[in-house]
């Protein structure tokens, strides 16, 4: 039984009711679905819990992006669309969903779902399709089950529309990869394997989309931006006109990140503008950078973001019909790099003739520039890095150590330079330029002998833990490379070298 516009649909005792009207012409005058109907399914509903880390839920999710591509579906002239369910206030089971689609006798359907690890997920998000793989109950695995066939239950039609699905979703989304698998298989198999319930019965093909990782941090954050969303609906648009021959989008899609270079942030409430069009967006305040622009006529466009504290961006990129196409915009900080604190201070008295310098700017710094912006008067061997590999902070240790009693002057000049290529801000007055330089003055030379004024264990200490640490406390700076053997033997009582 196949529904037209306007009929209603009796499902035991629950009254459906196929609801078609105009939308704005997101795609019309090049796709024609005429003839078709297909059937959406909203993945989950309110009494499933499958929410991101800072709580959006996938059944929501999911629910936006069926209900876009409605919209994009009806634009372009689909005989009928249904939702399996038009809110998410109620859940629906599995056999419900094929039910309202057999007996409405759609074309085809899909269901519309996002994926999860079930644990800390940092970084695995790729896109994933998943079809019915056909059954044969003369083969049975080891526990009785049956077994799959390695074959899709609608050969040459719910595998083909799989492979188109998964690339789109992947380029509309620019997940990691993407991949499309037969249920069974993937789940398992005979160690485990099950099918997908709702797809098992269905009488016309259909998959299950799993577009990206909804409980990935940087994943969600994009998933609270509905133009995000839509993106996934024009991909899921863009599979069935493909599939159908139904004519290709006549205009394009432009999306991007809008970040900090230097933190790789996405950044709230930040402006951009697209020429020609003098069209603008506005980034949210969910901390992902998103923008997104839709049905942009083919051709090539300006992207330009001015923010006070970054300097100013540019780019151009060029639009195509029925394609993706990204322009990041990866904002350089609009202050050069700075020296923010040093070690000795200033002036410092009385320094530690092994002490290390350390170095912290504003800015990450390239090694060999700051390397050779450094300098120390009197000079001195040693040896400046990186800590920990961390780009803004930097350490010069002495081959052996300073003199005594000595004044030196630590110079960092103009040419230390920032992963962007900008010179030291030195004088600080804003621009790159100027000279960063400050003095200390090492400890004097004492006369007096080296001697050991306190220890531990005590002599002659008893019922001393056999993992207890050895102390011993100087009356003046030792060096820590006399203090290893043989300038330092431990012996035990019978006069034997430990």
């Not at 074309?107 to 019915?132: K, M, P, Q």
């Not at 999306?255 to 933190?263: K, M, P, Q, R, V």
């Amino acid at each position: 039984m196949k529904i037209r516009k306007g009929e209603m649909l009796f499902l035991g005792m629950r009254r459906w009711v196929i609801i078609c009207f105009s939308l704005l012409p997101l795609c019309a005058g090049a796709q024609d679905l005429a003839g078709l109907s297909i059937c959406i399914d909203p993945g989950h509903g309110p009494g499933n819990v499958n929410a991101g880390p800072t709580g959006l839920r996938e059944a929501d999710i999911n629910f936006k992006v069926a209900s876009f591509l409605k919209e994009y579906l009806v634009a372009a002239n689909i005989d009928t669309v249904l939702l399996t369910h038009f809110n998410n206030t109620s859940d629906i089971s599995l056999s419900q969903r094929e039910q309202i689609a057999n007996n409405f006798g759609a074309d085809w359907f899909h269901s519309v779902h996002h994926n999860a690890l079930g644990s800390v997920n940092t970084s695995t998000r790729y896109t994933l399709l998943l079809l019915e793989e056909r059954r044969d109950p003369a083969r049975r695995c080891s526990n009785g089950s049956i077994m799959g066939t390695g074959q899709a239950e609608w050969p040459g039609e719910s595998d083909v529309m799989s492979s188109i699905m998964a690339e789109r979703l992947w380029q509309g989304y620019r997940t990691a990869s993407f991949v499309s698998r037969l249920d069974w298989t993937f789940y398992g198999g005979c160690n485990g394997g099950f099918s997908l319930g709702v797809l098992n019965d269905l009488q016309m093909p259909g998959e299950l989309s799993e577009a990206t990782f909804h409980d990935h941090p940087a994943e969600e954050a994009k998933m609270r931006n509905p133009d995000f969303l839509r993106l996934e609906a024009r991909a899921l648009a863009m599979s069935f006109f493909e599939y159908f021959n139904a004519g290709l989008m006549p205009t394009g899609a432009l999306s991007g990140i809008i970040s900090d270079a230097e933190t790789g942030m996405p950044l709230n409430g930040v402006s951009l503008t697209l020429a020609p069009g003098n069209l603008t967006y506005t980034t949210d305040n969910f901390r992902n950078g998103v923008y997104a622009f839709d049905g942009l006529a083919p051709g090539t466009y300006t992207i330009a973001v001015n923010v006070p504290e970054y300097q100013p961006f540019s780019a151009t990129v060029a639009v195509a019909a029925h394609a993706f196409r990204y322009g990041d915009a990866r904002l350089i900080p609009q202050a050069p790099p700075a020296v923010q604190a040093i070690t000795p201070g200033d002036s410092a008295q009385d320094v530690y003739v092994y002490e290390p310098i350390r170095i912290s700017f504003s800015r990450n710094m390239t090694l060999a520039s700051v390397q050779a912006a450094f300098h120390l008067d009197p000079p001195v061997a040693g040896v400046l890095s990186s800590v920990a590999n961390n780009p803004k902070e930097f350490i010069f240790t002495p081959d052996f150590r300073y003199d005594f009693d000595t004044a030196y002057v630590v110079t960092i000049d103009s040419t230390a330079r920032d992963q962007f290529g900008r010179g030291l801000d030195g004088d600080g007055d804003g621009q790159s330029g100027g000279i960063f330089s400050w003095r200390f003055t090492t400890m004097p030379l004492n006369a007096e002998t080296p001697a050991v004024v306190d220890f531990f264990p005590r002599n002659k200490q008893t019922e001393i833990f056999v993992r207890d640490v050895i102390e011993m406390r100087f009356n003046r700076a030792m060096s820590p490379t006399t203090l290893d053997p043989p300038d330092v033997k431990i012996f035990a009582l019978a006069n034997n070298l430990v």
